[in-house]
């Protein structure tokens, strides 16, 4: 019985648990020097109570350095509003993988780069025709009371499934435990039978015994 429980006992260390992945962001700054855009970005601070503009991006791209500079030119007006937070995905594929499910969060596929998500609005691409949404995209989720971000909203729904994977698991190791102790109640109460019956047959043989 110890050594059924034992085994029960080390199943809880493979209970599900929500698991990061090898996911890698970059700030404004880092992008902007690997893109090899020149910057002077001593007026710019990242901070919590900025939005964040989530950029999926690879290196290469020329429409993704587009926007970045595009981003840069409106640092001076705009940089009070916002933090940048890059994902390169050519040659990160877990960064690849993180685009295809935000963009399928919001009921697509991301077909190409840059992807570009600012609350619950998102970008494919980037021109000219582009700016004037982003630029209005930006102020409004700053100056909105009820500020959403899809990587939260995103969170909630995994919190809600690891929450029922745990439940499940434990549910199951609760099934388990209580099939071993039924087992082992069972296999005690044979064994005290086995041991009675083998009690009575011993005396009946001594008393034929005696009987002779």
């Keep these: 019985m110890k050594k ?3 085994i029960l006992l080390v199943g809880l260390l493979f209970i599900p648990m929500l698991a990061s ?3 890698v962001s970059m700030g ?9 855009i020149k910057y002077d970005l001593k007026d710019y601070k990242e901070s919590d109570d900025k939005i964040n503009i989530y950029l999926f991006r690879g290196n290469g791209c020329g429409h993704c350095k587009n926007f970045v500079t595009f981003l840069y030119e409106i640092v001076e007006e705009y940089g009070k509003y916002f933090n940048l937070v890059s994902y390169e995905i050519f040659y990160n ?5 993180l685009m295809s499910e935000v963009s399928k969060f919001f009921g697509e596929e991301a077909t190409g780069v840059p992807y570009i998500v600012i609350g ?3 970008f494919s691409g980037f021109g000219e025709s582009a700016k004037e949404e982003i630029k209005k995209a930006i102020k409004e989720l700053y100056q ?3 500020r959403y971000d899809v990587f939260e909203e995103m969170n909630k729904g995994e919190e809600t499934k690891d929450i029922s994977a745990q439940v499940i698991a434990w549910n199951a190791f609760f099934i388990a435990v209580s099939t071993a102790v039924i ?4 296999n005690r109460k044979f064994n005290e039978l086995n ?8 005396n009946n043989h001594v008393q034929k015994q005696e009987k002779k």
């Design 93 to 97: 594929q877990d960064n690849s993988k």
């Design 21 to 23: 992945a090898d996911t």
């Design 120 to 122: 619950d609005k998102y």
């Design 183 to 186: 087992l082992f109640i069972n």
């Design 144 to 146: 909105s009371k009820d």
């Design 4 to 6: 059924i429980l034992s």
């Design 195 to 202: 041991t009675k019956i083998d009690k009575l047959q011993k």
């Design 28 to 36: 404004l700054e880092e992008v902007l020097k690997e893109e090899g």
